[in-house]
Each structure stands twice: as C-alpha cells, then as structure tokens.
T-cell receptor, first 120, second 111 residues
Framework: GAVVSQHPSRVICKSGTSVKIECRSL??????MFWYRQFPKKSLMLMAT?????????EQGVEKDKFLINHASLTLSTLTVTSAHPEDSSFYIC????????????????FGPGTRLTVL | LAKTTQPISMDSYEGQEVNITCSHN???????ITWYQQFPSQGPRFIIQ???TKVTNEVASLFIPADRKSSTLSLPRVSLSDTAVYYC????????????FGAGTQVVVTP
C-alpha cells in the first residue's frame, strides 16, 4: 500500500512552454502533498506544500507564479511549470502523507518516482 | 527544523555492516529522527524512524543515545543494491511532514 505515482516520468519541452506534472496517491487519501526539486548530485529541495482545497504554501525563493500548484482532490496534486526555461530543467518529486495514518510515523512520507524535466 | 550533519560518503564491501552517524545537536523534545534512502532517479524511500534508544525493522537498525544529539543508522550485511544516498531528517508532529533534506550520505557498496 501507500503508492504515489507521477506522470509523466520524463518530459522534454521547448523554452517558453508550460509543463504540467501530476502526482497521485493511488491507495490512500492525502490532504497534503509536497513538491520537491532535485538537481544532479544535489539533495532534494522543498518547493511547496500542496493543500487540498486551498492555496499552496511556497518555500522562500520559489516563485508561485512560475510553479503553479493545484490540489483539487484528496488524491491528485499538479505542478505546472509555466514558461519553462533551461534552468528549470531538474528532477521534480512529489510526496504525500496518508492523513488517516495518524498513529503511524510522524514524518513518514510516500514519494513518487519523480519526473525528469528537460527544457531545450 | 533541526539541522543535521552526516558524512558525505562511505564505502563498504558486500556483506559488511555499514553504520552512518548523523549529528543533530539542536534536536527538540518533540522531534523524531527519520532516515530515507534514495536510489538514482527515484524518489526517496522511508527506512526507519525512532525517538530514543533502539529501533529495528527488517531493513535496518537505528541507535539513538540518551541525549539524542546524534543517531546511527546501521545496515547489516550490505549488498550491492544498498548503494544509495541515505538522508537523516529530524522533525516533529507540528511540522507535519514538512521535510528539509540535508546533503545525505552516499554509500557505495563494492564486491
């Protein structure tokens, strides 16, 4: 159980276009999902917290107008990279917590497999 | 969120035990210690979590001294497939899943 999927797994786009990445919790409900970005040989950097039915909370330095997040249901959050540029090329990873597993590990998150974005 | 410090890399041979120590001097009373594993081009995977003393599961053991200012992840009899980056994170229930990843430890297992 506790599987998180991402789609697409990799995407190549031209500079200036927008790219949408989907994050789904397949067998549990997640009121909160998280989006991370990871550059090669670097650690994960938290970009934003996605809250179902409300606005996302962005980390300092992350442009909310550039990285649009929508969490319309308890199983789906989307990240749209608008007007993508080569410097946005990165590995984007989402994660989710099963909000009903309150008795479980406090910080246990289930991560998606990631989406490799390449902007030409 | 408490800051963590861990070695950048560790090398080991197959069948050996690997111990990765993480320092978290500013750990708060409500903080738990959690370890994740990440393979290249994959999302991290939860390994183990603990609050104090020792925790063991089918994958690893976590040793936490009484002062909780450090913790040691122990991987018994590693295999080549244990080559990965291991992250130590510290946080409490109030942070509710907001994870701040440090640099992690790259473990390389060779035959």
């Amino acid at each position: 159980g506790a599987v998180v999927s991402q789609h697409p797994s990799r995407v190549i786009c031209k500079s200036g276009t927008s790219v949408k990445i989907e994050c789904r919790s397949l067998d549990f409900q997640a009121t909160t999902m998280f989006w991370y970005r990871q550059f090669p040989k670097k650690s994960l950097m938290l970009m934003a917290t996605s809250n179902e039915g409300s606005k996302a909370t962005y980390e300092q330095g992350v442009e909310k107008d550039k990285f649009l997040i929508n969490h319309a249901s308890l199983t789906l959050s989307t990240l749209t990279v608008t007007s993508a540029h080569p410097e946005d090329s990165s590995f984007y990873i989402c994660s989710a917590r099963d909000h009903l597993r309150l008795a479980g590990s406090y910080n246990e998150q289930f991560f998606g497999p990631g989406t490799r974005l390449t902007v030409l | 969120l408490a800051k963590t410090t861990q070695p950048i890399s560790m090398d080991s041979y197959e069948g050996q035990e690997v111990n990765i120590t993480c320092s978290h001097n500013n750990i708060a009373t409500n903080d738990y210690i959690t370890w994740y594993q990440q393979f290249p081009s994959q999302g991290p995977r939860f390994i183990i979590q603990g609050y104090k003393t020792k925790v063991t599961n089918e994958v690893a053991s976590l040793f936490i001294p009484a002062d909780r200012k450090s913790s040691t992840l122990s991987l018994p009899r590693v295999s080549l497939s244990d080559t990965a980056v291991y992250y130590c994170l510290v946080g409490d229930a109030d942070s509710w899943g907001k994870l701040q990843f440090g640099a992690g430890t790259q473990v390389v297992v060779t035959p």
